[in-house]
């Protein structure tokens, strides 16, 4: 962790010199047109923006959420009138949802915060639970993973990705099935902490109107990110400034890899038909646990694959399977 931003820089540099050297470098005497280059950069730096502020946007909006409160309530709800199984599939349930309107990473910090409470105790099947109902819960709207907001950007619709939302509500139900109901015992929990839940409606009605905003400036402006940054402000202006860092963080790491992964064809390497094939597509489930989601996520979009809805929920929930 404390060189991946360097091992990051360092893709992006030697993809691109490859890329030069395809296209050719401003050699003196011969001039080699640089139109290749000067158009994907432009396209690249409209992206990036975009991407690098939305991150931030997300980190700040975790931190929103979190401070709500609403979370807390909800869980202090359930477990009034549920216990055992029953409250932890709901629970589970509900990161599934939150993560549909809200980032995955938000939402399932929020989930492990609560199971942490409930339980008394770290688990790691609870980890990996929440990690699953996450990853599944965003993989069909365009704000609820870094990978479907990457396509959104690109100009992919959220209604091309909602079919999305079928095998993401059956993998909510395989794993409350296979991770809650089958497993025997150990499902005993401590009482919610019996106290007056303090809810800031308004920094919901923030985050709300936040992301109906990015949805307006999309559509208008094409800068979705324009939406988030009332978000990002009011948490700067609270004095936290720990979410931004983490979001910043985060795009240092990440924005390189995309662009590495903006230089690559792939179409030199495999033929369009099987890149452009369900099975293709099929694949970033697993290549998505070995490599991260979004660099994935880039190189099928410019190999133009298609099957969008397929394609993002293969590549959020495929990398589940590994940390």
Request: net charge neutral; charged share 15%.
């Amino acid at each position: 962790h404390s060189k991946r931003k360097l091992i990051a820089l360092g893709m992006a540099t030697c993809t691109g010199y490859l890329f030069f050297l395809m296209y050719g470098f401003p050699l003196t005497g011969d001039a080699v047109s640089m139109e290749p280059v000067n158009h994907h950069l432009r396209e690249e730096i409209r992206e990036l923006l975009n991407l690098g502020v939305m991150l931030i946007g997300f980190a700040c909006l975790a931190h929103q959420f979190g401070k709500s409160g609403i979370s807390k309530l909800l869980a202090s709800k359930i477990l009034k009138k549920f216990s055992g199984k029953t409250a932890e599939s709901l629970i589970l349930a509900m990161v599934w949802l939150l993560s549909g309107f809200c980032d995955n990473i938000a939402a399932a910090l929020v989930g492990m915060g609560l199971m942490t409470v409930i339980h008394g105790k770290f688990k790691l099947r609870l980890v990996l639970l929440v990690t699953i109902m996450a990853n599944a819960g965003g993989a069909y709207c365009v704000v609820g993973d870094t990978t479907t907001t990457l396509l959104w950007i690109k100009g992919i619709s959220q209604l091309e990705l909602l079919p999305g939302f079928i095998p993401s509500f059956v993998c909510m139900l395989a794993t409350l099935f296979f991770g809650v109901w089958l497993k025997k015992g150990g499902h005993e929990h401590v009482e919610f902490p019996d106290e007056r839940m303090e809810v800031a409606w308004w920094r919901f009605f923030l985050i709300l109107g936040c992301i109906g905003g990015a949805f307006l400036c999309n559509f208008t402006l094409g800068f979705p990110c324009l939406g988030i940054i009332p978000l990002i402000l009011v948490t700067l202006k609270e004095g936290d400034w720990a979410p931004a860092k983490e979001g910043f963080s985060a795009s240092c790491f990440l924005l390189p890899l995309i662009v590495a992964a903006g230089f690559i064809n792939l179409g030199l390497v495999i033929p369009h038909d099987t890149l452009q094939s369900k099975g293709m597509v099929i694949s970033t489930t697993f290549i998505s646990a070995l490599i991260d989601n979004i660099p994935v996520t880039k190189l099928m979009f410019e190999a133009n694959v298609g099957h969008w809805a397929l394609l993002a929920f293969c590549v959020g929930v495929g990398g589940s399977m590994t940390y």
